[in-house]
């Protein structure tokens, strides 16, 4: 057996037991409803979290847990006479070479520990392996650190970007709208799933064309697409740091589609479900030009709320600001999110009944869909009536399928067979949709817009539509785009990527990678 082999095999007994994780913890939150939504995490630390640090995670578990607050200081309070006491009164000594030895040996165990049982992301949802996983996270960091670094780019490249020449427009462009619609696909792409009547018209554009779209996560990392849609950029060329993608790019990643838009007059809005410091969503996206930044405290949001609730939030916002010149509008949505255990807000179609799918999760998810399909039409008949006078470009996609959809994808298979799939980046599982409609406006240009499309091309796809000039990095992903047939990471073995990245180094558009 090959080590990939083995890999994928750990992998499929990791998805086995992430599983039975996923089950407690759908019945633990099925409990808990009623209740705060910040009474329960499941994410256990990793090495990782103590090379990456940030502000905005402190402050964000402070904000969700005020009691760590508390306790930390208690700890940190007690830790140093405690530490300085026992330095004083212990009198035990051991020679330095005999440490060194002990050292070295508890370091190629933990080193073997790993390399047998690597670590997989998914782990950091669960409730056991805290130290373990938390020990073999570092082994694995380390040898990526070593092996490339942070981020993956070529050493040298021959060919440079042009300088960024000023942004001229014929005419007043369209107010762009970007919808992050959580765990939403097409769930007609697996076999035998029932669905309501028109179900599949909530995936096609205005054309009438229905496109998919190739995301980076499967069943959950929605900051996966959210880099790759800012930035038009892999997740992917993050390696073992992938997780943490967001938070790394913090400050570092400058290039993306809000400071693209800048450049020709827009002002940049993002409409966000959580506390900001999530995953250091705040500080990345102000880094990528995102000017005004409202989070879920700010809208005085639960966690989860139905799309009319950050419509509404939406439609506000842009008659506050519309006159003042184009808007850059990246809206959230939570509906469909994690557990589908519950009927959420079960007033709103009280008349709904399931097709009887199995697992009973479909039916619910089938369920938000159809709220989605009420309250998307509603928005954009609002955005028509409100404002006869401007032009609307509204852009959707999936940011990954739900959790559940891995499982019914092919139940045919074992779960060693479905980890390999997922390491192998199946296109079943990574499967979503984008969806253009226009308000007022006639598209100018969707050359780009290709079926399938990775994520990473959105933006580009959004700046042609709306008939902006590409700047010289986007005009660059362009010949990619048509010489890789919309693939990003994935073509030619990720030369593309890599060498791309390295550009935008030398570009001074991404630093410190």
Not at 246 to 269: D, K, M
Request: charged share 20%.
């Amino acid at each position: 057996m090959t080590a990939s082999e083995r890999a994928a095999e750990s992998t499929g007994r990791r998805s086995s037991a992430s599983q039975k994780k996923f089950r407690r913890l759908q019945d633990r939150m099925k409990a808990s409803r009623g209740t705060s939504s910040n009474s329960l995490t499941a994410m256990t630390a990793s090495f990782i979290d103590v090379m990456v640090i940030d502000s905005e995670t402190f402050t964000y578990i402070a904000t969700i847990f005020p009691k760590v607050r508390w306790a930390a200081a208690a700890t940190v309070a007690a830790a140093i006479p405690l530490a300085a006491a026992l330095w004083y009164l212990d009198r035990f000594r051991i020679r330095r070479l005999t440490a060194l030895a002990g050292c070295a040996t508890c370091l190629t165990l933990l080193t073997g520990l790993s390399l047998a049982k690597p670590v997989h992301p998914g782990e950091a949802f669960g409730d056991d392996s805290y130290v373990s996983g938390f020990a073999r996270s570092g082994v694995s960091a380390l040898s990526e650190l070593m092996t490339h670094g942070l981020l993956e780019s070529d050493a040298v490249v021959m060919d440079r970007l042009k300088s960024v020449p000023a942004c001229e427009t014929s005419g007043k462009p369209p107010h762009i709208l970007l919808v992050h619609d959580e765990g939403s696909f097409d769930i007609r792409a697996v076999d035998g799933i029932k669905v309501p009547q028109d179900y599949g018209n909530h995936f096609r554009s205005f054309d009438g064309k229905a496109r998919h779209f190739l995301v980076e996560g499967a069943g959950g990392p929605s900051w996966y697409t959210e880099y790759n849609v800012i930035s038009g950029l892999s997740a992917r060329s993050y390696g073992g740091f992938a997780f943490f993608v967001t938070r790394i790019a913090a400050g570092r990643v400058e290039r993306g589609l809000p400071r693209a838009l800048q450049r020709c007059g827009y002002r940049t809005f993002t409409i966000f479900p959580l506390f900001g410091g999530f995953m250091g969503a705040r500080s990345y996206q102000t880094g990528t030009g995102v000017q005004h930044f409202v989070d879920g405290e700010e809208l005085r949001a639960s966690v989860f709320e139905p799309d009319r609730f950050y419509f509404e939030n939406a439609a506000r916002m842009i008659e506050r600001e519309h006159h003042k010149g184009p808007m850059f509008l990246y809206v959230y949505l939570t509906a469909n999110h994690f557990p589908w255990s519950y009927p959420f807000h079960e007033e709103l179609l009280a008349d709904w009944h399931g097709p009887g799918n199995q697992p009973p999760e479909v039916d619910e998810y089938l369920r938000r869909q159809t709220m989605s399909t009420v309250d998307y039409p509603n928005f954009l008949a609002r955005l028509k009536q409100d404002f006869p006078d401007d032009s609307f470009l509204v852009v959707r996609y999936g940011d990954h399928q739900p959790d559940f959809a891995k499982l019914i994808v092919d139940r045919s298979i074992d779960v060693g067979e479905l980890g390999r799939r997922l390491m192998a980046f199946d296109p079943r599982y990574f499967t979503t949709y984008y969806a253009i409609d226009a308000i007022n406006f006639q598209p100018a240009d969707l050359s780009s817009a290709l079926d399938p499309l990775d994520a990473p091309y959105l933006p580009l796809v959004v700046q042609e539509a709306a008939g902006l000039p590409l700047d010289p990095s986007f005009a660059e992903q362009k010949k990619i785009l048509q010489r890789c047939r919309g693939m990003f990471y994935s073509c030619a073995g990720g030369a593309e990527a890599r060498r791309f990245n390295r550009l935008l180094i030398n570009a001074g558009l991404i630093k410190g990678l």
